[in-house]
């Protein structure tokens, strides 16, 4: 099978080192260089099927001959994207934090008075503040932004809300924050639907997997 020319996130790991760390993996006569790479014969409905999780990130997924990587980062963060833009539009409920946070907005750069203007647009985020002359009280935060450091992540809300009037730039910022730091195989087995069902199978998360050499051929010379 030839592998598809989209380049890998900045996150991850390339994908032919990727496949380099498949050697000793064993799925099955059908990943052998002399298997015929086929696609789904017309009528047939043949899902997907999870294999194993690489580095956390990445999921490796077989459906007949074909074998391929999936972006587990890029299926959940275009689905939550997708589901935060639709929240927002109503407003996401804001969390209270556990301890008070405040910062000083001239370290910042943004003026009380701007930011108080757009003070509806952050309580429909779920980021409920007061503002003391030039220092900035957070009470609550929507809950992918109450972990690490909270003064900065609202910083980055902030910004986000003043330079797009658009919910889909908010909503996908949002949603980054919001990704898993690893997968397990049920977290990804998840996904896997997900996009099969949400993303019709989009191409641009997936990854083809060169087919690993066999023992009698040896290395091709780049």
């Not at 997924?61 to 927002?88: F, T, Y």
């Not at 757009?118 to 409920?128: D, E, H, I, V, Y």
Request: charged letters at 15%.
């Amino acid at each position: 099978s030839q592998t598809q020319g989209h380049k890998s996130h900045s996150y991850s790991q390339s994908t032919p080192q990727l496949n380099e760390s498949m050697t000793g993996y064993r799925a099955g006569a059908s990943i052998l260089p002399n298997a015929v790479n086929t696609q789904s014969l017309p009528g047939k409905n043949i899902s997907w099927r999870a294999l194993t999780v690489m580095q956390q990130k990445w999921l490796l997924m077989r459906r007949e001959e074909s074998v391929a990587w999936l972006d587990l980062c890029a299926v959940q963060r275009s689905i939550m994207g997708k589901q935060l833009e639709s929240q927002l539009q109503h407003g996401l409920a804001g969390q209270p934090l556990l301890v008070e946070v405040s910062c000083d907005l001239k370290q910042f750069a943004i003026s009380p008075a701007e930011l108080m203007q757009q003070s509806p647009r952050l309580n429909q985020c779920g980021m409920n503040f007061r503002v003391n002359g030039s220092r900035l009280v957070i009470d609550t935060m929507p809950s992918m932004l109450r972990q690490g450091n909270v003064a900065h992540h609202a910083m980055g809300l902030i910004r986000q809300v003043l330079q797009h009037d658009s919910w889909t730039e908010v909503a996908g910022w949002l949603a980054t924050k919001a990704l898993n730091s690893d997968y397990s195989l049920v977290q990804a087995e998840h996904w896997l639907q997900q996009w099969q069902q949400q993303l019709q199978e989009d191409n641009a998360m997936r990854y083809n997997v060169k087919p690993p050499q066999t023992e009698s051929e040896s290395p091709a010379n780049e």
